[in-house]
């Protein structure tokens, strides 16, 4: 009897840590290895900008904690792992140089099922255009806007394993050039059974290379005109995640969360966070990536409500990019938390 509970609670976690230790060609196709090789060298950069406060205050390691709206985004096997039924997420980003990044989220949930959609946004602002005459600008002003559509797709396959799946849509316009993409995303959740002991496994941006559509602009005198765009991979990573809560008291709280990140155009980092919650309704969170030229560092609060069965969750958080400066992000969280009178859901999982 022993024996066979064992098996149940490793199988799973042997198979997340064969996906992700996986190195056989087909795989290396979706997560170059060495990335610190192949360094500036995928497109689509603003897939990579964090979305959600309380992820980014845990220093990004999320792929084992993404159990909110945030998770479409994270790690979509999460979505049937939702407080709530039903979920609406939104979230705000004051990028470096003015750039503002929105983002919005919904999903629902029922007991084997979920389902949800994400939009999210770039904005740029005006730039001005400048020329090799006319370094201070020549009067006349573009924009560089990005923007993703994806929809989401999991499913519990047992009361602690479940996978998902999100497949977007990315459009660049930069000046009178358009850069699309179909990209998905793939994740696993797993419950070991110890607590709320899990373990998360993600791959997010994987797809064909891309570039931009059109014709390159005429090139200079003493240049060799181009007939096309040259075309660049998506930015696709990996991330393996394990994340505990410790019950310190009635009241207080630590959640602990690691991450080994693995980006197909940098090198491999850790990703570390931690969380204190006071009476579930006041988090303090730090987090740190390691393997950073500059910056890494981020930290960031949370408080929580509950009021006729809705619960509302703000975060914000900081996040340290170096000589870019501080990077501020707010973000939302709500969960309608309709209840039987009778019995409980008992896909409902304590966070």
């Not at 740190?288 to 914000?316: C, M, S």
Request: charged share 20%.
């Amino acid at each position: 009897m022993v024996a066979t509970c064992l098996r149940r609670r490793l199988l799973p976690a042997a198979l997340l840590l064969g996906l992700g230790l996986a190195g056989p060609a087909r795989a290396g196709d979706l997560i170059r290895l060495f990335g610190d090789e192949n360094a500036g060298t995928a497109s689509a950069q603003f897939l990579r900008i964090p979305v959600g406060a309380r992820a980014v205050g845990l220093g990004q390691a999320y792929a084992a904690v993404a159990t909110d709206g945030a998770a479409i985004f994270w790690n979509p096997a999460g979505l049937i792992r939702t407080p709530g039924r039903q979920n609406w997420f939104a979230g705000h980003v004051a990028w470096a140089a003015d750039i503002d990044l929105e983002y919005a989220a919904f999903h629902r949930r029922g007991q084997n099922f979920a389902q949800g959609l994400m939009f999210g946004t770039l904005r740029s602002g005006d730039i001005l255009r400048t020329d090799e005459l006319h370094q201070e600008g020549t009067g006349q002003y573009f924009n560089a806007n990005q923007f993703f559509v994806g929809g989401s797709l999991a499913r519990a396959m047992t009361d602690r394993f479940s996978i998902g799946m999100t497949v977007k849509f990315f459009q660049e316009n930069l000046d009178q050039y358009q850069t699309r993409a179909l990209l998905a995303d793939m994740g696993i959740l797993y419950y070991v059974g110890v607590g709320d002991l899990r373990v998360g496994f993600s791959v997010r941006n994987f797809g064909s290379d891309v570039k931009p559509s059109g014709t390159p602009p005429p090139a200079p005198d003493g240049y060799v005109a181009t007939w096309e765009f040259q075309s660049f991979p998506a930015p696709t990573v990996g991330a393996f995640g394990v994340a505990k809560t410790w019950d310190l008291s009635s009241r207080v709280t630590v959640l602990t969360t690691a991450d080994f990140n693995h980006p197909s155009d940098y090198s491999e980092s850790f990703r570390l966070g931690g969380e204190l919650g006071l009476r579930r309704q006041f988090f303090l969170r730090a987090g740190y990536e390691t393997n950073r030229d500059e910056g890494g560092f981020a930290a960031g609060f949370g408080l929580q409500v509950e009021r006729h069965q809705l619960r509302i969750r703000v975060d914000y958080a900081y996040g340290d990019m170096g000589s870019f400066g501080g990077v501020h992000h707010f973000s939302i969280d709500l969960s309608p938390l309709w209840r039987s009178p009778v019995a409980s859901d008992t896909a409902e999982v304590r966070r």
